[in-house]
Structure formats: C-alpha cells, structure tokens
Antibody, heavy 118, light 110 residues
Framework: DVQLVESGGGLVQPGGSLRLSCAASEFTFTNYWMSWVRQAPGKGLEWVANIKQDGSEKYYVDSVRGRVTISRDNAKNSVYLQMNSLRPEDTAVYYC???????????WGQGTLVTVSS | QSVLTQPPSASGTPGQRVTISCFGSSSNIGSNTVNWYQQLPGTAPKLLIYRNNQRPSGVPDRFSGSKSGTSVSLAISEIQSEDEADYYCAVWDDSLNGWLFGGGTKLTVL
C-alpha cells in the first residue's frame, strides 16, 4: 500500500527549530509533488508548503515564508520541512501529502505533532 | 478565518440526506475545480470528492458533489453513524500555488 510516514515532531521553545521528515513508500516518488499541510489543535486544515518532483519549484503559505524550508531527497524517497523561528501559532499536527500539480492530495501520512511552548 | 466559508456544523438522523455547502469567490471556486475531504475523529483526512463531483475508488455513491458559480455542495444521502466526521472543501489557488481549505463542517449523526 502507498505509505507516507512522518517523524520529527516534538516540543520546542518559541524561537527554536525543528526538522520534520516524511518517508514515502510503495509508489514512484519522483512522479509527485509533495506537500505539508498542518492542523492546529481543534482547528481546520492549512496548506503550508509544496515542492515539485525535481525540487526546482517550492511554494509557501505567507505565514511561514522565510521561516520554513521544504526540501526532498529523491534517492531516499523523502521530503523534509525545516522550521526555524518557531512560534506558538505553529503548534499543529503536520501532515505529509502527495499529489500531481494542482490535483488534490490523495494520500496523507498519519501526521506528526509539533508543540511550540515555553 | 478561511477564504472558503463552510457552516461549522451540520446534523441529521440515520437515513436522512444532508448537504454541506462551501462558499468562495470568482478567484478560487469560480475558477478552479473543488475537492472534498472527510476526516474521521483522530485520523488523517481522506479524499472524498475531486474535480467537483468525482469519487475516488472505494468512496460510496452516497457521497456526491456539485458546483454552481462560486459555491459548491457535498451531499450525503442515507447518512450513517460512520459518516460522523469533519468535512473540508479544498480548492487550488493559482496565485498561491497551493491549496485553500474551508474551515470545516462537523457532521453529527443524531
């Protein structure tokens, strides 16, 4: 079965950094854009960032641009989210997703919880 | 505050038909196809409807989608207790090069 497995979440102080990872399996990773979508506790979904198949294009929601970097390693079938200068409002479950360009994400990981608190 | 507006809640009794709406504008829903996600409690979202009215393999035909102008609707016929979930509309934003999600609608089966 197609699988996305996130890791790297945890508790971090405001201003701190965290790197999330997502390992993909059972599909051709290089055929897909990859995205991160987050969900604050008790809140709705928010798209965070996405990256093209070859890593040549990356896009971010305004609230994270300049603080967050999405990257991928096609040799490892993995996508990453480097988050710096974290704020309490970044507290959320972060989901890794796959999609073709402008087509809806059809596979989601189980999510990893990031908590930003002192 | 999401750009796509959904009612926060909806409800119905088993066997009823329920409709959930999602309102946008000419720059999002009006110019792109819309998708719906179902999120069961404690789980990741699942794609329910894509391109306004298409169902992925495995989604029952009790779920249907429609679009009119700058609004879309998700209809669930003969609702069951297992349909209790949060439902989100989602549309691609060409200027963002990313996804806009509605605020979500919590469906309660009474």
């Amino acid at each position: 079965d197609v699988q996305l497995v996130e890791s790297g979440g945890g508790l971090v102080q405001p201003g701190g950094s965290l790197r999330l990872s997502c390992a993909a399996s059972e599909f051709t990773f290089t055929n897909y854009w990859m995205s991160w979508v987050r969900q604050a506790p008790g809140k709705g979904l928010e798209w965070v960032a996405n990256i093209k198949q070859d890593g040549s294009e990356k896009y971010y929601v305004d609230s994270v641009r300049g603080r967050v970097t999405i990257s991928r390693d096609n040799a490892k079938n993995s996508v990453y989210l480097q988050m710096n200068s974290l704020r309490p409002e970044d507290t959320a479950v972060y989901y890794c997703t796959r999609s073709a360009y402008a087509t809806p994400p059809d596979c989601w990981g189980q999510g990893t919880l990031v908590t930003v608190s002192s | 505050q999401s750009v796509l507006t959904q009612p926060p809640s909806a409800s119905g009794t088993p066997g009823q038909r329920v409709t959930i709406s999602c309102f946008g504008s000419s720059s999002n829903i009006g110019s792109n196809t819309v998708n719906w996600y179902q999120q069961l409690p404690g789980t990741a979202p699942k794609l329910l409807i894509y391109r306004n009215n298409q169902r992925p393999s495995g989604v029952p035909d009790r779920f249907s989608g429609s679009k009119s102008g700058t609004s879309v609707s998700l209809a669930i016929s003969e609702i069951q207790s297992e349909d209790e979930a949060d439902y989100y509309c989602a549309v691609w934003d060409d200027s963002l090069n990313g996804w806009l999600f509605g605020g979500g609608t919590k469906l309660t089966v009474l």
